[in-house]
């Protein structure tokens, strides 16, 4: 049995901009995922996850599902572009059984906002490259990962799968997606993974070793997909605005990773400050709401104790983050935020 984990992830800062090629954002790998395993089947396989399974066929070399099940479509994004691959490099096609654990989500199933659709895709192509005998490097997971989240998504910036593929801290700037879209129709996977990718770079960022990471979750799932639209959509309103926009958050995000480099948490904290601020008024700009009023609670409350908080991703729900220069008021920033509706929530930077 072959065995694989992803990382769920925290966007720390540089929301929104990232989705544009070359912008700059700022995400954590956490200490929660997806674990698949893969099991060899003789003939036809399937796909267990959260109690319900759906099996699988090959019908002239095509993937196809029991069922039609959107749930399953980054998995089955994922075994379709490791096959493809799988077939350039000269392997043979096999069948298998794969099983999904997630630990992001709730016990009533609500997502927390933890990146499970990156996770799910990356751990979906860990598994099958190890079953193929497929050697990747980080670089290559992301690629792959992304390629398979591209043919379902096409607005994301994909730094969840980023931040799911290399783990700890990363400085990550979005690819050409259109330039991307172009060449998969014309060159091979194995020749766009040995191709870079224009605007495309992934860099560790190491944290000061005081810096506390926490995270609130409000309880209310929200659909990135629908916030992104939504932006991409009204962002000709104002295109002053929004340029503006693009351009201070990329200083932000910039000056935010060399004060990681410099290890100086105050700066770090001022930029997630600064951050805030430029999502706030994007979601005023652009009538957008992404600082719920759950959220503002949360800001509220971290900076009652010293802390620098903002939504963490899309926002219109899911998580906060807060960032505080030591563990001092932990726990009454808990105690406020339990008060206040919001869960915290006990994750930790993952380095795998
Ligand atoms: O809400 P999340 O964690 O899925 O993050 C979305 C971040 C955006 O920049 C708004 C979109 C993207 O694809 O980067
Ligand atoms: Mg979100």
């Not at 674990?35 to 699988?56: M, N, P, Q």
Request: proline share 3%.
């Amino acid at each position: 049995m072959i065995e694989s984990f992803a990382p769920g992830k925290l966007y720390i800062a540089g929301e929104y901009a990232v989705v544009e090629a070359g912008y700059p954002a700022i995400l954590v790998a956490v200490d929660r995922g997806i674990t698949i395993t893969l099991k060899e089947a003789l003939d036809g396989g399937s796909i267990t996850a959260a109690g319900s399974k759906v099996h699988w066929t090959r019908i002239d070399g095509e993937i196809v599902l029991s069922e039609n099940n959107s749930r399953l479509s980054y998995i089955l994004a994922a075994m379709k572009t490791i096959e493809a691959y799988a077939k350039e490099q000269g392997k043979k096609l096999g069948y298998y059984h794969l099983g999904v654990t997630s630990q992001l989500e709730s016990e009533a199933g609500e997502k927390y906002g933890l990146g499970s659709s990156a996770a799910v895709t990356v751990a979906t192509v860990k598994a099958l490259c190890k079953y193929y005998g497929l050697e990747i490097s980080k670089k290559e997971l992301f690629k792959l990962a992304a390629l398979a989240n591209l043919s379902i998504n096409k607005r994301g910036s994909a730094g969840d799968i980023a931040a799911s593929a290399y783990g700890g801290w990363i400085y990550y700037t979005s690819f050409d997606r259109d330039w991307v879209l172009e060449e998969v129709r014309r060159k091979s996977l194995t020749q766009l993974l040995n191709t870079p990718w224009p605007n495309l770079s992934i860099r560790a960022l190491l944290p000061p070793k005081e810096l506390k990471l926490m995270v609130g979750w409000t309880g209310k799932p929200a659909s990135t997909s629908k916030l992104v639209a939504k932006v991409d959509g009204r962002k000709s309103i104002d295109r002053i605005a929004y340029e503006k926009f693009l351009y201070r958050s990329k200083r932000c995000v910039e000056k935010m990773a060399e004060a990681f480099k410099k290890k100086d948490i105050e700066q770090i904290q001022k930029q997630i400050h600064v951050n805030r601020k430029l999502l706030v008024d994007l979601e005023k700009d652009l009538s957008v709401a992404i600082e719920t009023p759950l959220l503002t609670r949360l800001y509220d409350i971290a900076l009652k104790y010293d802390g620098y908080a903002k939504s963490s991703g899309a926002g219109g729900g899911d998580c906060g983050i807060a960032i505080f220069k030591d563990d001092k008021y932990l726990p009454q920033v808990i105690e406020e935020w339990e008060k206040a509706g919001i869960r915290h929530l006990p994750v930790n930077p993952y380095y795998g």
